[in-house]
T-cell receptor
Framework: GENVEQHPSTLSVQEGDSAVIKCTYS??????FPWYKQELGKRPQLIID?????GEKKDQRIAVTLNKTAKHFSLHITETQPEDSAVYFC????????????FGAGTRLFVKA | SAVISQKPSRDICQRGTSLTIQCQVD?????MFWYRQQPGQSLTLIAT?????????ESGFVIDKFPISRPNLTFSTLTVSNMSPEDSSIYLC???????????FGPGTRLTVT
């Protein structure tokens, strides 16, 4: 079945460094790739997304890249801050035969001050 | 984005009982979903709540265990039936609006079954 793999499961960086989280998806029909940030005890929040007709998208300190051929997409956070500490989930969505979103297992990011 | 509320926010229930969780959205949405998030885990889709018809369940989830209603375009309920400790989890409502692909989540309901 459809699957989204996410790495690493845990990532610890020093404040000011960059963090990169990588995901791979299996369903070639996937055409929308959102990223969610979930702080402890809170709901997942959509922070950025990318569509299949775009290779890269940037929003201030965060950027996403997509390689459709390789079925890879990544989240890049630059100049990390302690408030970036959270669990990040990647996801892959298809819009054919009904809308469905498959989530990765999550990456717990720790930003050390 | 949409304003999504869930009730209750948390509950502690005895095994064998049932709990109904409500999801209310501030405006009409085309799609509503129910997810489960077990402690420290990812988000697993239980079902898509269809307005005016039976929900569409994912593999591993059945209507008898998780009956879902969606009487209109702003409201849905999920019932967790005949609960066991394995049902202890956070249950999240999620919505999509119109033709938009963005998906937003409610605050979740933390369920503990003893």
């Amino acid at each position: 079945g459809e699957n989204v793999e996410q790495h690493p499961s845990t990532l610890s960086v020093q404040e000011g460094d960059s963090a990169v989280i990588k995901c791979t998806y299996s369903d070639s029909a996937s055409n929308y790739f959102p990223w969610y940030k979930q702080e402890l005890g809170k709901r997942p929040q959509l922070i950025i997304d990318i569509r299949s007709n775009v290779g890269e998208k940037k929003d201030q300190r965060i950027a996403v890249t997509l390689n459709k051929t390789a079925k890879h997409f990544s989240l890049h956070i630059t100049e990390t801050q302690p408030e970036d500490s959270a669990v990040y989930f990647c996801a892959a969505s298809t819009n054919t035969g009904g809308f469905k979103t498959i989530f990765g297992a999550g990456t717990r990011l720790f930003v050390k001050a | 984005s949409a304003v999504i509320s869930q009730k209750p926010s948390r509950d502690i229930c005895q095994r064998g009982t049932s709990l109904t969780i409500q999801c209310q959205v501030d405006s009409q949405v085309t799609m509503m979903f129910w997810y489960r998030q077990q402690p420290g885990q990812s988000l697993t889709l239980i079902a898509t709540a269809n307005q005016g018809s039976e929900a569409t369940y994912e593999s591993g989830f059945v209507i008898d265990k998780f009956p879902i209603s969606r009487p209109n375009l702003t409201f849905s309920t999920l019932t967790v039936s005949n609960m066991s400790p394995e049902d202890s989890s956070i249950y999240l409502c999620s919505v999509r609006r119109g033709t938009s692909v963005e998906q937003y989540f409610g605050p979740g309901t933390r369920l503990t079954v003893t």
